[in-house]
């Protein structure tokens, strides 16, 4: 019995890698970079189940990108989930998503003496340089979580670690999804996150990299919605006055699909069925309206388990076993001990349990 648990556990994670990379969707990638993700994860979650108590009472700082929003609070609550298991202590840096901000933190960290570094990446080219500049001359480990940096894809050598989902290959396998949904030619309008982002540069190149794998989708609105609901519903609603004959809409967070929904019903149409709702977030709401039909699949985001597994990565680096690698979300038992992948559909809803 336990040896086929362990054949099914080992079939779900290349199946998930697999996912993650865009394999299934035609992108190209060496068997040898899923297996090495897997080996990174798998490192990752045994220390974890060890459990050991850490040598000394570690003072770690948390260098966060964030400011007040679900996700953010998701991810402080995995944090502190990690502190009161291993006993160390964080102070946190939030820089608002604000790079020059997130340079006075790095530098005030760094002459505070913290025997680590969590480092969040407001984004990648400026954050790169920080940590190069400044963080890498302490001789402390850095773990970084959220977002690739310094041109990587995942993980950047010199680490303790990287602990992420939101990078190209994500966004790809979201968008390829939505529209493998058009057996036929269709319209679709897109919602997206703040422009001149990284995060909206993964956004829009992945839909870029869709529309070349499916000609038959006709793109006729793709704008930014600053992850607000009141301005998706806005952008939706004009997209909808101007081509009515939209069947599908890609949104990149939950909580702005709200305002997609509420934009599709003022039309007099129904969520779901006349147009579908491809979303990102796999939060509790939108697990709910997956559920009920409402969206048609929501692609999980895993804040909590981002900075939980973060922090574990940074004290195996402190204790002498660092992970150096890429892990990647879809490996964590959330994903891996549920659905077995990271698109949450109707079908396989049950199967995922969100935290946030």
């Known amino acids: 019995?336990?040896?086929?648990?362990?054949?099914?556990?080992?079939?779900?994670?290349?199946?998930?890698?697999?996912?993650?990379?865009?394999?299934?969707?035609?992108?190209?990638?060496?068997?040898?970079?899923?297996?090495?993700?897997?080996?990174?994860?798998?490192?990752?979650?045994?220390?974890?189940?060890?459990?050991?108590?850490?040598?000394?009472?570690?003072?770690?700082?948390?260098?966060t990108e964030c400011g007040q929003n679900p996700y953010c609070t998701a991810r402080r609550a995995g944090l502190q989930a990690a502190a009161d298991k291993y006993g160390f202590e964080f102070k946190r840096f939030a820089a608002n998503f604000n790079p020059a901000e997130q340079v006075k933190q790095v530098q005030n960290a760094v002459t505070e003496g913290f025997d680590g570094f969590l480092f969040a990446p407001t984004a990648a080219a400026p954050s790169c340089t920080m940590w190069k500049r400044h963080l890498v001359p302490t001789g402390k480990p850095v773990v970084s979580l959220d977002l690739p940096m310094c041109n990587d894809a995942d993980?950047?050598?010199?680490?303790?670690?990287?602990?992420?989902?939101?990078?190209q290959a994500y966004y790809d396998a979201h968008v390829m999804n939505a529209f493998a949904s058009c057996s036929g030619p269709c319209k679709a309008?897109?919602?997206?996150?703040?422009?001149g982002s990284d995060l909206f540069g993964f956004w829009e190149k992945a839909i870029q990299n869709g529309l070349a794998k499916y000609p038959n989708v006709d793109m006729v609105s793709d704008q930014p919605a600053n992850f607000d609901p009141r301005v998706a519903l806005q952008k939706i609603q004009d997209a909808l006055l101007a081509h009515p004959d939209i069947t599908v809409v890609v949104s990149s967070w939950d909580d702005m699909s709200r305002g997609v929904e509420q934009a599709i019903e003022s039309a007099g149409k129904k969520p779901g069925t006349d147009v579908r709702i491809y979303s990102i977030g796999a939060n509790k709401d939108g697990v709910a309206k997956v559920k009920a039909g409402i969206y048609n699949e929501s692609t999980v985001l895993l804040p909590w388990e981002e900075s939980y597994y973060?922090?574990?990565?940074?004290?195996?680096?402190?204790?002498?076993?660092?992970?150096?690698?890429?892990?990647?979300?879809?490996?964590?038992?959330?994903?891996?001990?549920?659905?077995?992948?990271?698109?949450?559909?109707?079908?396989?809803?049950?199967?995922?349990?969100?935290?946030?």
Not at 189 to 195: E, R, Y
């Open 1 to 63: 019995m336990k040896s086929r648990k362990m054949l099914h556990r080992v079939f779900a994670r290349s199946v998930t890698v697999a996912l993650a990379l865009g394999l299934s969707f035609g992108l190209l990638a060496a068997p040898a970079q899923a297996e090495s993700v897997s080996e990174a994860a798998q490192k990752l979650l045994d220390y974890d189940a060890k459990g050991a108590k850490p040598s000394k009472v570690y003072r770690i700082a948390y260098l």
């Open 155 to 167: 993980y950047s050598a010199g680490l303790a670690g990287t602990v992420t989902m939101q990078r």
């Open 189 to 195: 309008a897109a919602v997206g996150g703040f422009v």
């Open 310 to 356: 973060a922090a574990v990565a940074l004290i195996a680096a402190l204790e002498g076993e660092p992970i150096n690698g890429y892990v990647n979300e879809a490996h964590l038992p959330r994903v891996m001990d549920g659905p077995g992948t990271i698109l949450i559909t109707k079908e396989n809803a049950d199967q995922f349990e969100p935290n946030y």
